[in-house]
Nanobody, 124 residues
């Protein structure tokens, strides 16, 4: 599976962005999909994940209520709608695919494939 993330940019605090992650291959619908982010000088951290059907979603506490993950299996795409952005959301955002279901979804080591990252910069 190859993943291509897009949609990053520079915005003001309070603005919104929608990230997309397009996947190649015919098995997208069998992967749990996740979003992680890495801010300058910090470790990569979990942001959100969605189950293969889209019926289960999970979020880091820092983004809960502001970010929404969704997927369209017909389009092989996962999205991250980010509202009420804050300067602390500034990071490179990565999408990732996990082949072994939801267990361990918040740990980056459990993901099998990664996109190249898209930069989100939020200024105050």
């Amino acid at each position: 599976v190859q993943l291509q993330a897009s949609g990053g940019g520079s915005v003001q605090a309070g603005d919104s962005l929608r990230l997309s992650c397009a996947a190649s291959g015919r098995t997208f619908s069998t992967y749990t999909m996740g979003w992680f982010r890495q801010a300058p000088g910090k470790e990569r951290e979990f942001v959100s994940t969605i189950s293969v059907s889209g019926g289960n979603t999970y979020y880091a506490d820092s983004v809960k209520g502001r970010f929404t993950i969704s997927r369209d299996n017909a389009k092989n795409t996962v999205y991250l709608q980010m509202n009420s952005l804050r300067p602390e959301d500034t990071a490179v955002y990565y999408c990732a695919a996990k082949s072994r279901g939801l267990p361990g979804f918040s740990f980056s080591d459990n993901y099998d494939y990664w996109g190249q990252g898209t930069l989100v910069t939020v200024s105050s």
